[in-house]
């Protein structure tokens, strides 16, 4: 069956580390991913966009790397501050299909 | 920056009722979605459109739901009689071309007694 696993567990850091997330896929062959960030009670804003032949994209402090040989792909936030707080979603468009299917999300939590 | 907006913001209904969702997209935007999230879990795909007819639905999007784009400018979700489980928060997206990100407005929080 297809699966995008994101970590369910919040991701607890301090302001001014590197905070790492993760999102693996089974079963897609996609097009490219995308980045989402999600604040309580909103809807999906996006990041950042990543091609299955681009291996890396960068946006400020935002950093995406995909690896469809591992079907991974980490977004990293470098220099992160408490207003990053947030649910990171990662989507996919998966090939033939023309609508994006996300993952549960990870919660970041930055403490000051 | 011009935004999707949705209304209204929270709608409560009973059981077995109709409900109208309304979305606004971003004008120049020539693809439309609607996706919902159960309270705590994630973001689900229901129905595309594009061009006036619907490009792909999920399973979810049954013969209980339907859109419709009636005057070029806003796009809607029915439900035709509403079930509990259809309790969730629902989020119009659109976007420019079938390759540009998608713009999410705010929501509307359906919640059926």
């Known amino acids: 069956s297809q699966k995008i696993e994101q970590n369910s567990e919040a991701l607890n850091i301090q302001e001014g580390k590197t905070a790492t997330l993760t999102c693996n896929y089974t079963?897609?062959?996609?097009?490219?991913l995308q980045w989402y960030r999600q604040d309580p009670g909103r809807g999906p804003v996006f990041l950042l966009l990543?091609?299955?032949?681009?291996k890396e994209k960068r946006k400020e402090r935002l950093k995406v790397t995909f690896d469809t040989t591992l079907k991974q792909s980490l977004f990293h936030i470098t220099a992160s501050q408490p207003a990053d707080s947030a649910t990171y979603l990662c989507?996919?468009?998966?090939?033939?299909?023309?609508?994006?299917?996300f993952g549960s999300g990870t919660r970041l939590q930055v403490q000051p | 920056e011009p935004e999707v907006t949705q209304t209204p913001s929270h709608q409560v209904t009973q059981m077995g009722q109709e409900v109208i969702l309304r979305c606004v997209p971003i004008?120049?935007?020539?693809?439309f979605y609607w996706y919902r999230q159960i309270l705590g879990q994630k973001v689900e795909f229901l129905v595309s459109?594009?061009?006036?007819?619907?490009?792909?639905k999920s399973e979810i999007f049954d013969d209980q739901f339907s859109v419709e784009r009636p005057d070029g400018s806003n796009f809607t979700l029915k439900i035709r009689s509403t079930k509990l489980e259809d309790s969730a928060m629902y989020f119009c997206a659109s976007r420019e071309t079938g390759d540009s990100p998608l713009h999410f407005g705010n929501g509307t929080r359906l919640t059926v007694t």
């Open positions: 989507a996919l468009l998966d090939t033939g299909r023309r609508a994006l299917t």
């Open positions: 459109f594009y061009n006036n007819e619907i490009s792909e």
């Open positions: 079963n897609y062959s996609p097009a490219y």
């Open positions: 990543i091609r299955e032949n681009e």
């Open positions: 004008s120049n935007h020539l693809y």
